[in-house]
């Protein structure tokens, strides 16, 4: 008889939402992680008395009544609205693409001038076919809007120039005629009022967690552990990579502490010109409208991904989804596992969407 019903591998969302569920079934369940601390890519780091969002900037935002109370039950959720601002050489626009960027951009102050703006840059730009991500963008929205808010940003993110990728990458661009900055459309948003840490302790509460634990370097002693394993890492490596390894997109953070109290005055910054190696600046104070003496700013850079560094981003063209679909193949035939988050689907997820994702698969499962 097995020590633990589930050995669950990861102690992100996915991980942590699982093992919550199996646990108030009764199952017994054992988390590792092969990092030094819990909660996956939503972990905050506590520097000056503030949660640095270590992985990148985290804002929580659903659509889902049932996805908010659960995790309200764990952390009551701030007020927070995620309202970016773009730096474009010596301007600043509000994101997402609305009518005080319309304002700031031309002028204009109506809906209806907007709208005519936009119409007559695109109908100029005599593009019916779009090639590339470039000629996309600008059959979308024009010329000015891509030349100052997208182009740069999307060749830093990527890596490539806009004329090299493919123009799938963007499929829609939502603009709005409001002067509304809100930068997301769903129903509720915010930050976890203490920060993230405290939804995962409290969906891990009561449940057994080994940090420092790389399933791979013990993987036989602790598949013996359990009846059943629930991996969050990556499929490929639990393959040993036999049909290849997947591509990502990776990021470099650089942090800084900062001897005054406001450095930016919102949370996220936008640098949208190409001159400018980062894409964004973080304030991470400003996530719970903190009061502290000193800031902390975290310069995010894409970067290119190579094993050994951080997955951040699935690059889901045609190469990559063959090689993943392989893989599925042959988890669907294996009864001994079970995979669900980002890395083992291979997809880029939101937390609300991860978390409903693992409230499926656990009560499918369990
Ligand atoms: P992870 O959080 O990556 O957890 C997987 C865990 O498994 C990790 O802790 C890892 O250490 C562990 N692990 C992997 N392999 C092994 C192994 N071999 N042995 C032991 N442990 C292992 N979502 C939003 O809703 N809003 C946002 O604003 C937002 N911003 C984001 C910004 C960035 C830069 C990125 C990359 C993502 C963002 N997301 C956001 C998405 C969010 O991060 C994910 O939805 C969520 O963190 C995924 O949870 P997960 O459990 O699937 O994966």
């Known amino acids: 008889l097995s020590q633990y019903d589930y050995l669950i591998v990861g102690s992100g969302l996915f991980g942590a939402v699982f093992a919550h569920e199996a646990h108030k079934k009764g199952k017994k369940c054992l988390v590792i992680d092969k990092r030094n601390h819990k909660g996956g890519n939503v972990y905050c780091e506590q520097i000056e008395d503030i949660n640095v969002h270590k992985y990148g900037a985290h804002i929580f935002h659903t659509n889902d009544k049932d996805i908010w109370d659960y995790v309200n039950q764990f952390v009551e959720f701030n007020r927070y609205t995620n309202s970016p601002v773009a730096f474009y050489k010596d301007e600043v626009y509000n994101l997402p693409f609305n009518m005080n960027t319309f304002n700031q951009l031309w002028g204009v102050k109506t809906p209806e001038e907007a709208k005519t703006k936009i119409e007559e840059q695109v109908k100029s730009s005599g593009i019916t076919n779009p090639k590339n991500l470039e000629e996309q963008a600008i059959s979308l929205v024009g010329i000015d809007i891509y030349e100052k808010l997208i182009k740069g940003y999307t060749e830093k993110q990527w890596g490539r120039k806009a004329t090299e990728l493919p123009a799938f990458i963007i499929k829609r661009l939502p603009v709005r005629f409001t002067y509304d900055n809100n930068y997301f459309n769903d129903k509720y948003q915010g930050i976890p009022i203490g920060g993230y840490n405290k939804l995962i302790d409290g969906l891990l509460d009561g449940i057994e967690v080994r940090l420092n634990v790389d399933f791979f370097t013990q993987r036989e002693e602790l598949t013996r552990l359990a009846d059943k394993i629930v991996f969050t890492g990556k499929i490929d490596e639990y393959y040993n990579n036999q049909f290849g390894s997947l591509e990502y997109r990776s990021l470099k953070f650089e942090t800084k502490t900062l001897d005054q109290t406001n ?50 981003y699935p690059v889901n063209d045609d190469k990559n989804n063959a090689i993943y679909n392989q893989y599925k193949k042959l988890s669907e035939k294996d009864d001994s596992v079970i995979f669900g988050g980002r890395l083992a689907e291979y997809k880029y997820y939101d937390m609300h969407q991860i978390i409903a994702s693992a409230l499926k698969k656990s009560n499918d499962f369990l």
């Open 263 to 312: 450095f930016q005055g919102n949370a996220v910054i936008n640098y949208t010109e190409s001159q400018i190696p980062y894409t964004r600046i973080i304030e991470h104070k400003h996530f719970e409208f903190g009061t502290q003496k000193k800031t902390v700013i975290t310069y995010e850079y894409p970067d290119e991904w190579s094993p050994g560094k951080e997955s951040y």
